[in-house]
């Protein structure tokens, strides 16, 4: 382990701002994934110029350096794999400033999602990424990792909301990149660069971002299938057609049962619920979108169909796709809820394919995997439980993890969606990149020569996720 | 160290899917901005304890109790993890351990204590009692929620706990200060 200097961090961010003791370091060592690992030290930076003084401290002793938002990522992105000093980015939390002329706004890394929908709602606009973590995940993290959620289907992820970045060099130094204006052709786009690095090109310090008019309708549709395929087709013909939904999910059996089993929700027995969503400014064009979708469901025999614009409706309409992530944690004693291949995105047309492809290789692996998402953008969502205790049963995962992403590749489809790389995407991930890797490296060697940004992800990750680090799981 | 009541949790503790929900909620989150103060980031230090990877020690045990079960983060749990149940128990482990830490928790004086007893009857959680043989009140620190009634009802101002969730309060006027100043700008 390199000596790090704690009283010259100390000197940097003040005292309190800097722990180095086992039990902190352990906390901070895992996230929202399956791995866990210690940090050296945890500091907490309130100004970018402490993040450029902690950033050259580090790079001058080639230190790792890994930036960290809530901690709420799926694939490990701000595990310390190879130790170092995790750089918790929660005290930059302002709102720097609010243009409403200009259409953006301008923000540190630290501040969390819904703290931004809180503040810009009084002036009728939205920031629209929304992913589930919304509550927790904090904007820096949200780009690092190209987030979206369930409106990405109309209002994209994270890069169709950004226009301009202040980032913190390897060597330290703070650049502008990308602008306040809807368009820039000037040069490389190097924000983009950064959109999905998850912190190893550079640290994230401030963001401007796009805000698009609060809608004043919102409807809510559900309609059920017998059939998965027919789901699957439903999706397909509502993308094809031209109707433009503000949400289209996806729920399979496995997940309607985990709600109805854990939350009594009432789901009906059906292979799939398909959940569509209108938004705008117009009700007659809402209507049109609604009544277009639900033709659509019908003629391929989606049944049950309700709809409803009110909100509190809406929110028990959705309730079940809400609290599935949670369900599923408490699907079966003893089984672990995991995130490993668990928001691949395919071709429309390929989900229900997919889907089946998801149940068999669960059958086959003897694990239980469901299949849900945000369909209208593409991005299917699985969890795979198992019994995380049990040495064998990752033998299961990694095998049924393997032959997912065979068969998303084959049907045209990418590794990550919205979770981003980290460890656990690693294998899968540098399959799929295989023509452009050299390329990556080649970047990350030239923005970060000593290899500090959040070494050993993506690329330069492991190629056996299982033993990438120690699992958070009593594995025996 | 045996952890008589918190090993029977080993194997439920991945129930926490580790969303992070509870920090919204968590009053110690709020005032230090420590992960490591959040109901995740000490079920996960509890989960380092079972399973060897951290060793109890003063820091660790003050800041389990530090907990002073508000029990928002169990109703907010997305997973429905009973949290302050396994802070209780890891309360009563650490405490059999010998470690005496407070936490939140509060405290006699007892050079100023005149043993009235009024901070006894005035505990609804039924933490505070009379050790007759030792002549003193005796605080039970799992039971105790840090309500601070003791400690505004002792005439003697024997009865006190840590202010504002370990800050004093010229430190918590400085804050409010800086606060406001902010505000100005």
Sequence with gaps: MARVDIDKLKRIVGEENVRNNPEVCYVY?????VHEAFAWAVVRPETKEQVQKIVRYANSEKIPIIPRGSGSGMSGQAVPVKGGIV???KRMNRILEINLKDCYCRVEAGVVDDDLNRALKPYGVFYPVAPASSRVATIGGEIANNASGVRSVKYGAVRDSLLGLEVVMADGTLVKLGCCNRVEASGYQLDRLMVGSEGTLGIIVEAILK???IPKYRCLGVANFNKLEEAGNAIAAIMSSGAQPSLLELMDNVAITAVNKTMD???PDVEAILMFEADGMVKEAVDHEIEKMKKLCEEQNGFGIKYSYDAKERTKLFAGRKKLFPAL?????????TSLADDMAVPYSKMTEMARMIHDIADRNNVIMTAYGHCGSGCMHTKILMKANEKGQWEDAKRAVSEIYENV???????????GIGLSKAPAFKKEKSDSLKYMKAIKRALDPNNILNPGKMMDAPDDWVKATKLRYNVK | MEFRNLKKWQDKLHVCIRCGYCFEHCHIFKITGWESDTPRGKLIMLYGLLSGELKPDDLLAERIFECYMCKRCDA???????VTEIFTDAKNDLLEAGFDVYGTTSRTDEDKCSRCMICVSTCIHEARSYDKENDRIVVDRVKCQSCGCCVAACPSGAAYSKEGFGLTYKEMSKQVELFLEGVAQ
């Design chain 1, 409 to 419: 590749i084959s049907l045209g489809g990418t590794t990550s969606a919205e979770h």
């Design chain 1, 29 to 33: 060592g895992s996230d929202s994934s």
């Design chain 1, 265 to 267: 929700m009432g789901l």
């Design chain 1, 329 to 337: 944690s408490k699907y079966k004693e003893l089984y672990s809820c």
């Design chain 1, 87 to 89: 750089l918790d980015m």
């Design chain 1, 211 to 213: 805000f698009v008019p």
């Design chain 2, 76 to 82: 907010t749990c997305s997973a429905k993890v009973e």
